[in-house]
């Protein structure tokens, strides 16, 4: 295995429980692993990209299966330290619309005493591009540090997924992470409304695009479900349409492999617009299965996607 990864991804694998109805009605789960960041790590490794994924796992069986797991995905698991803490789990309920309901059981967990001294002990400074996520910095105090630390520290290009969620931060706290990344980031990727309304006060695609230029990132690529992306540089405006999905069957982890993928183009010499196209691809094939990491795009799969076959 290369010693330098193309790409780092830093954040937390989860335990996954799903279910193919709603939460308040659902008595089977199917067993799985998923997280943001593994979801990432997995489609950015799934179109050939030599992938690490940094981390901290539960000294349990869990933890365990999450490392096995991630290995078995082709992700190079040596920056997956298992130590104090449980793994990290949740529950979700399917729903092809995105309106998904999710029980958390990771307050404590392993990962969340990641800190800027796991990004120094990780190869972060000379991946290709590396990739980030507001879920990780909404973890712990330590984990923002890391987030940011590893933005700062990154050599390659930065991608930062703001990926707002109410129930683990505040809008502010969310904001001041934002804030203290976009310069240093290639690549800023919020949802509208989701993100932008939460972190930038707007539910407009092209004035959230302009507002994370303002705050120091190079580009931004705001996704919009079924509406596409706008991408927008210093110099450029773009819209990327949708890519249409096969079948849909659960949303999670679409916008996961949305990320992953066009970070792992980017690291690979991709042009902005052709990284977007990828990982609109890749996340329109994750649609197709259930859970974070039920249907993973293969770069094949992408291509044929992308042109028209």
């Known amino acids: 295995m290369r010693e330098r990864p193309e790409v780092v991804v830093i954040g937390e694998p989860l335990v996954e429980f799903s279910a193919s109805e709603a939460l308040t009605s659902a008595d089977t789960f199917r067993l799985s692993f998923s997280g943001d960041a593994l979801n990432a790590a997995v489609a950015a490794a799934a179109t050939g990209a030599h992938v690490a994924l940094v981390t901290r796992t539960g000294e349990d069986e869990f933890g365990e299966r999450l490392i096995a797991f991630a290995a078995s995905h082709g992700i190079d698991t040596r920056w997956m330290w298992r130590g104090p803490g449980h793994s990290g789990a949740y529950a979700v309920g399917a729903d092809p619309h995105g309106e998904r309901a999710f029980a958390y059981m990771r307050f404590g967990s392993a990962a969340s005493r990641l800190?800027?001294?796991?990004?120094?002990?990780?190869?972060?400074?000379?991946?290709?591009?590396?990739?980030?996520?507001?879920?990780?910095?909404?973890?712990?105090?330590?984990?923002?540090?890391?987030?940011?630390?590893?933005?700062?520290?990154?050599?390659?290009?930065?991608?930062?997924?703001?990926?707002?969620?109410?129930?683990?931060?505040?809008?502010?706290?969310?904001?001041?992470?934002?804030?203290?990344?976009?310069?240093h980031a290639a690549l800023v990727t919020p949802s509208?409304?989701?993100?932008?309304?939460?972190?930038?006060?707007?539910?407009?695609?092209?004035?959230?695009?302009?507002?994370?230029?303002?705050?120091?990132?190079?580009?931004?690529?705001?996704?919009?479900?079924?509406e596409g992306v706008h991408i927008a540089t210093a110099e450029d405006r773009y819209d990327v349409p949708a890519v249409a999905a096969p079948v849909v069957v659960d949303a999670t982890g679409a916008g996961d492999a949305f990320a992953g993928v066009l970070t792992a183009r980017l690291a690979r010499g991709a042009s902005l617009v052709d990284a977007v196209r990828g990982g609109a691809a890749a996340a329109s094939v994750s649609l197709a299965g259930q859970g974070g990491t039920g249907r993973v795009a293969t770069a094949a799969e992408i291509e044929a996607l992308l042109s028209g076959d």
């Open 192 to 226: 509208c409304p989701a993100d932008s309304v939460a972190l930038l006060d707007t539910a407009d695609a092209e004035r959230a695009a302009a507002l994370c230029l303002g705050l120091g990132a190079a580009a931004a690529a705001v996704t919009r479900g079924p």
């Open 115 to 183: 800190s800027p001294a796991d990004v120094t002990a990780a190869p972060v400074a000379g991946a290709g591009a590396v990739l980030l996520s507001g879920i990780t910095a909404a973890l712990s105090d330590s984990c923002a540090a890391a987030v940011v630390a590893a933005a700062e520290e990154a050599r390659g290009k930065v991608v930062y997924d703001p990926n707002f969620r109410g129930r683990l931060t505040t809008a502010t706290a969310a904001r001041e992470i934002l804030e203290k990344v976009a310069p």
